[in-house]
Every structure is written in structure tokens, then in C-alpha cells.
């Protein structure tokens, strides 16, 4: 591949030796990488992302979108080699708009660092997918995280984006305005879109006032059904929650070994309640009297933001504390997401499914929304732990579907999901390919994935 044009433009931004190029080539998903691309590029603006989709266009190479390669299903890999572009230099928060609650960034700036940056303005941006992902790969794949149940996904808080399509042409999509009946809604259509139809170089993200007053707690249940039912029951009271997290007693053992913490190893859940003191202390007792009626062992509450910050920390490291569990396997996640009726069952289902197998699977979950995951430890060179563990992600996402559900509720098709797409969806996953082929008819936006 001969890319001494693009090199004259980047110089050291442009990289082709192979350590950089394996980092590359994947994610932090189970998949096995079976390519890598054939050069990482670094650009700092859509102008130069314009210029190597130009030039990938008219030579007919591979495009990679890559973030803070934290996604689950693949998205980022180089199944036909080609260019990865990376977002690091990125990073800019461009604009932020007190008044109007809104900002303009780079897609490479992540959450964290985005909260860090509003620290002292009364403002945050309270998309929170667990790992410190990068906005722009937060929305190619439609992300969202602990503060769904409250503030929506990544989807309700984008306003509008600035788009390299594949041909090199850049385009704006949606305003700063709250709402807007103007044409096609490509903002929308973009987000979840995986790196299938353009780059993402900027992104117009709502923002949201730091509540008055947080509070934090840990619920331990005698068993799974309470920890759910209580969720449910929560939820359809109206109780204003924040964030409600479900993890099961392995996914608790897990934390305990890996943050040396000592949280009673039962069904738990983490909660957290803003608004006023007053609104705060009521909502946190009716949330006590609905947890009592459903075998609640304990229950411990905390406004101190040490205590509220070390309690989100262990539900951030899950993931990480699950692969410890059994050092040297990696975790393929499911992800499916069902009607909040329906999630007892569903849950309760899939745990039996669990039992049945030799799988070590914790389960935790953004359950406030009817999303949970697995995290089934494998070694993706074992074909027996392999099979295994996709039928059991089989029997899971046929129990959604069957519930009126969907087989991914926030990490997106990738490579892995791409039958399920087809079962759920239907006849709609033509016209999906249809508008795949119309905006990038030479295929060279992240080929492979999604179809």
C-alpha cells in the first residue's frame, strides 16, 4: 500500500510499525483479531480527516474509526487491514456554552475529561458507560451507562455532529437549538452507526446542571428476585432515581478480591438519588420501605462524595474485577436489554441458564433500564469454552427477543451480533444496507461490521 502522499502530510503522525499497528487491531472484547491495519493515522482536525478518506476513497482502502478502543463487540477491528484513525489528538473542548447548557467537542475528549474540564462551571455531562470512553466512540455506538434511568443514553444528549462522509465531503448535521422539524434527522442516524458511514469530528453535546444535593447507597438481598423486584417496583412508583445498578453475588466476589473491599456477597444493588436534601432523604426512604418487602438484609446510605465516589468506582472496575476472577481469560459480554416488566424473568432465567454450565458469567447491569450484562470468562482459543458460551448469549438473546427486547442495548452489533441484527429486526436490516451502500458505495467505512 503505497501511502508516501499521506505521509508527506503527517509525517510522524502516520504510523506503520507493527507495535502500533497490533494495538490497533483490537478491542476489549473476546474477539480474536485476524487482521491489523496496514497504517494508524493521528489527525487533529476534519480537515485532515477529510484528506485520508479522500485518498482512502479513490484507492479503495479500509477506514478504521478508533477511540479509546474500549468497545465490546469488535468495532474496532481491521478485518481487511486498511487505515486506522485514531481520535487522540482530537481532544479540544472547543466551545461551552453556559448560558444555553451545551458544548461543542472533539470526538477524541472522553467523559472524564470532559467532567473534569466543567468542574467549576455547575455543569456535567452525565453519560457514564463504566470505562473512560471517548465521546466520539461513545456515540458511534450508541452508548450509555449508570445515569440512563435518569438522563437517557448518549442519543438524548447529542444535538448535532460534524461528519466526514467517505467520499471526504464534511457535513453538519442538527444545531444548538432544543428541537428542530428541518429534513432528515442524520444526527440520529449517524449515532449507533458504528464507523459505517462517516468519521465523527465534532459533536454538540447537551449538558446538565450539578445536582443540590447526591446520595449513594449499597442494598443487599437474600436473592436475586428481591434485588429485581425492588427495581421494578421503584421504577414504576415514579421514584426519581439516578443511577440503579444490579450485580449478582459473583459479580460482588469479584469486586471484593479486586478492590479489597468487603460488601456482603449477595445480590446487591447500587443506587444513587439526586435532588434537593429534603426531595433526597424522602426518596431514599421510600426506596428503604420498598426494599424491606423484598428480603433486604442491609441497607447502608451515604452523602459523603468519598464514600459516593468509592462506591462507583468498584461498579466501574466490574468488568476488570470479572477477568480477574480467572487471570488469563478474556470476557465475552452480552448485552440485551428487555421491557422493565419483563426483567425478573428474564434475569432469573438466564442465572438457571448460568447454573447449568461451566461458565463463570457475573451478572451486573444498568437495570433501571432493563439492561443487563454478562460477563462469561472464556479463552478464545478453547472451542469447547467458546461454543459454550455463545449458546448460552443464543439462549439469552432469543429469551429478550421473545420478551419484546433487543439483543444489544448499548454495545452495538460490531462483528459479534450481526445474526441477531437479522432476527431482530428484520426486513429493516435491507434498508439499513441500502443507506450503507448509497453514502459509501466503495464500502470503505469500517467494512465488516454491523452487516
Same mark, same amino acid.
Given at each position: 500500500?503505497?501511502?508516501?502522499?499521506?505521509?508527506?502530510?503527517?509525517?510522524?503522525?502516520?504510523?506503520?510499525?507493527?507495535?502500533?499497528?497490533?494495538?490497533?487491531?483490537?478491542?476489549?472484547?473476546?474477539?480474536?483479531?485476524?487482521?491489523?491495519?496496514?497504517?494508524?493515522?493521528?489527525?487533529?482536525?476534519?480537515?485532515?480527516?477529510?484528506?485520508?478518506?479522500?485518498?482512502?476513497?479513490? #484507492?479503495?482502502?479500509?477506514?478504521?474509526?478508533?477511540?479509546?478502543?474500549?468497545?465490546?463487540?469488535?468495532?474496532?477491528?481491521?478485518?481487511?487491514?486498511?487505515?486506522?484513525?485514531?481520535?487522540?489528538?482530537?481532544? !479540544?473542548?472547543?466551545?461551552?456554552?453556559?448560558?444555553?447548557?451545551?458544548?461543542?467537542?472533539? $470526538?477524541?475528549?472522553?467523559?472524564?475529561?470532559?467532567?473534569?474540564?466543567?468542574?467549576?462551571?455547575?455543569?456535567?455531562?452525565?453519560?457514564? $458507560?463504566?470505562?473512560?470512553?471517548?465521546?466520539?466512540?461513545?456515540?458511534?455506538?450508541?452508548?450509555?451507562?449508570?445515569?440512563?434511568?435518569?438522563?437517557?443514553?448518549? /442519543?438524548? @444528549?447529542?444535538?448535532?455532529?460534524?461528519?466526514?462522509? $467517505?467520499?471526504?465531503?464534511?457535513?453538519?448535521?442538527?444545531? /444548538?437549538?432544543?428541537?428542530?422539524?428541518? &429534513?432528515?434527522?442524520?444526527? %440520529?442516524?449517524?449515532?449507533?452507526?458504528?464507523?459505517?458511514?462517516?468519521? =465523527?469530528?465534532?459533536?454538540?453535546?447537551?449538558?446538565?446542571?450539578?445536582?443540590?444535593?447526591?446520595?449513594?447507597?449499597?442494598?443487599?438481598?437474600?436473592?436475586?428476585?428481591?434485588?429485581?423486584?425492588?427495581?421494578?417496583?421503584? =421504577?414504576?412508583?415514579?421514584? $426519581?432515581?439516578?443511577?440503579?445498578?444490579?450485580?449478582?453475588?459473583?459479580?460482588?466476589?469479584?469486586?471484593? #478480591?479486586?478492590?479489597?473491599?468487603?460488601?456482603?456477597?449477595?445480590?446487591?444493588?447500587?443506587?444513587?438519588?439526586?435532588?434537593?436534601?429534603?426531595?433526597?432523604?424522602? @426518596?431514599?426512604?421510600?426506596?428503604?420501605?420498598?426494599? #424491606?418487602?423484598?428480603?433486604?438484609?442491609?441497607?447502608?446510605?451515604?452523602?459523603?462524595?468519598?464514600?459516593?465516589? #468509592?462506591?462507583?468506582?468498584? /461498579? %466501574?472496575?466490574?468488568?476488570?474485577?470479572?477477568?480477574?476472577?480467572?487471570? &488469563? !481469560?478474556?470476557?465475552?459480554?452480552?448485552?440485551?436489554?428487555?421491557?422493565?416488566?419483563?426483567?425478573?424473568?428474564?434475569?432469573?432465567?438466564?442465572?438457571?441458564?448460568?447454573?447449568?454450565?461451566?461458565?463463570?458469567?457475573?451478572?451486573?447491569?444498568?437495570?433501571?433500564?432493563?439492561?443487563?450484562?454478562?460477563?462469561?470468562?472464556?479463552?478464545?482459543?478453547?472451542?469447547?469454552?467458546?461454543?459454550?458460551?455463545?449458546?448460552?448469549?443464543?439462549?439469552?438473546?432469543?429469551?429478550?427477543?421473545?420478551?419484546?427486547?433487543?439483543?444489544?442495548?448499548? %454495545?452495538?452489533?460490531?462483528?459479534?451480533?450481526?445474526?441477531?441484527?437479522?432476527?431482530?429486526?428484520?426486513?429493516?436490516?435491507?434498508?439499513?444496507?441500502?443507506?450503507?451502500?448509497?453514502?459509501?458505495?466503495?464500502?470503505?467505512?469500517?467494512?465488516?461490521?454491523?452487516?
Amino acid at each position: 500500500m503505497d501511502l508516501s502522499k499521506l505521509e508527506k502530510i503527517f509525517g510522524e503522525r502516520l504510523a506503520t510499525s507493527k507495535n502500533i499497528r497490533i494495538q490497533h487491531s483490537h478491542d476489549e472484547s473476546w474477539h480474536v483479531p485476524n487482521s491489523i491495519p496496514d497504517a494508524v493515522i493521528f489527525p487533529e482536525n476534519s480537515n485532515e480527516v477529510s484528506l485520508i478518506l479522500k485518498f482512502a476513497n479513490e #484507492k479503495k482502502i479500509p477506514v478504521i474509526p478508533f477511540g479509546a478502543g474500549t468497545s465490546l463487540e469488535g468495532q474496532v477491528h481491521a478485518l481487511k487491514g486498511g487505515i486506522t484513525i485514531n481520535s487522540l489528538y482530537m481532544n !479540544k473542548i472547543k466551545e461551552v456554552n453556559l448560558e444555553d447548557m451545551d458544548c461543542k467537542v472533539q $470526538p477524541g475528549v472522553t467523559r472524564e475529561d470532559l467532567n473534569l474540564f466543567l468542574r467549576d462551571t455547575g455543569l456535567f455531562f452525565p453519560i457514564d $458507560p463504566g470505562a473512560n470512553a471517548s465521546i466520539g466512540g461513545m456515540c458511534s455506538t450508541g452508548a450509555s451507562g449508570t445515569n440512563t434511568v435518569k438522563y437517557g443514553t448518549i /442519543r438524548q @444528549q447529542v444535538m448535532g455532529l460534524k461528519v466526514v462522509m $467517505p467520499d471526504g465531503e464534511i457535513i453538519k448535521t442538527g444545531s /444548538r437549538a432544543r428541537k428542530s422539524s428541518a &429534513g432528515y434527522d442524520l444526527t %440520529h442516524l449517524m449515532l449507533g452507526s458504528e464507523g459505517t458511514l462517516g468519521y =465523527i469530528t465534532e459533536i454538540d453535546l447537551k449538558l446538565h446542571g450539578r445536582p443540590e444535593a447526591i446520595s449513594a447507597g449499597v442494598c443487599n438481598f437474600k436473592n436475586l428476585n428481591g434485588a429485581v423486584n425492588t427495581v421494578i417496583e421503584a =421504577i414504576q412508583i415514579g421514584l $426519581p432515581l439516578s443511577r440503579i445498578e444490579l450485580l449478582d453475588e459473583v459479580q460482588i466476589k469479584a469486586i471484593n #478480591k479486586y478492590k479489597n473491599t468487603n460488601h456482603n456477597e449477595k445480590p446487591t444493588l447500587f443506587i444513587e438519588i439526586h435532588g434537593s436534601p429534603l426531595g433526597v432523604k424522602e @426518596q431514599i426512604q421510600q426506596f428503604q420501605t420498598i426494599s #424491606k418487602g423484598n428480603d433486604l438484609i442491609k441497607f447502608d446510605w451515604s452523602d459523603q462524595q468519598t464514600e459516593i465516589d #468509592k462506591l462507583w468506582s468498584s /461498579r %466501574h472496575n466490574a468488568y476488570y474485577a470479572a477477568l480477574n476472577l480467572c487471570p &488469563g !481469560k478474556k470476557a465475552f459480554t452480552t448485552d440485551v436489554c428487555v421491557p422493565i416488566s419483563s426483567l425478573t424473568e428474564c434475569i432469573l432465567e438466564t442465572k438457571r441458564d448460568i447454573k447449568n454450565s461451566n461458565i463463570i458469567a457475573p451478572i451486573v447491569g444498568h437495570v433501571g433500564d432493563g439492561n443487563f450484562h454478562l460477563i462469561l470468562l472464556l479463552n478464545p482459543e478453547d472451542k469447547e469454552e467458546v461454543n459454550e458460551a455463545k449458546k448460552i448469549n443464543d439462549r439469552l438473546v432469543e429469551r429478550a427477543l421473545r420478551m419484546r427486547g433487543t439483543s444489544t442495548g448499548e %454495545h452495538g452489533i460490531g462483528i459479534g451480533k450481526k445474526d441477531f441484527l437479522k432476527n431482530e429486526k428484520g426486513n429493516s436490516v435491507n434498508i439499513m444496507s441500502q443507506i450503507k451502500r448509497s453514502i459509501d458505495p466503495n464500502n470503505i467505512m469500517n467494512p465488516g461490521k454491523i452487516f
